[in-house]
């Protein structure tokens, strides 16, 4: 309930290295992620999410949860992870959770992408 009614880390990163963007369109949860990578970490990440209190108070955990710890770390992000760390989801929201772990997901699959690519272009 506590990130649902203050989330943290609202808002998007302008020259994120990385985002991720999902959505349900059973329920309507459209979210998306913002990463910053600096040596291998997640130094700050932020979240839009449109859809119920559960997809925002699942955005919040899922960012918190990321901020600091390596590419590799962060990929192990659960959607059982989050819900434990939240105290728990009904039922029916358990989709929310997994959302939030996916969104992230696809925003560390975009980094990882962008730095092939500049890889491959320096030679």
């Known amino acids: 309930m506590e990130h649902f009614m203050n989330p943290r880390n609202v ?6 290295d990385g985002i ?19 040596d291998g970490r997640l130094s700050d990440v932020k979240f839009k999410t449109f859809g119920c209190g559960a997809a ?4 919040s955990m899922v960012s918190e949860m990321a ?9 192990k992000i659960t959607r059982e992870n989050v ?15 997994n959302l939030g772990a996916d969104a992230l997901h696809k925003a560390i699959q975009d980094y990882m992408s ?3 690519a500049r890889e491959a272009q320096d030679g």
Not at 20 to 38: L, S
Not at 89 to 97: A, N, R, T
């Open 11 to 16: 808002g998007e990163i302008e020259d994120a």
């Open 20 to 38: 991720g963007e999902v959505g349900n369109p059973v329920c309507g949860d459209m979210m998306t992620f913002y990463i910053k990578v600096d």
């Open 114 to 116: 962008k730095l092939k």
């Open 56 to 59: 925002i108070a699942v955005s």
């Open 83 to 97: 819900a434990e760390q939240l105290g728990g989801l009904p039922k029916q929201k358990m989709h929310c959770s």
């Open 67 to 75: 901020i600091g710890k390596t590419i590799e770390e962060a990929l």
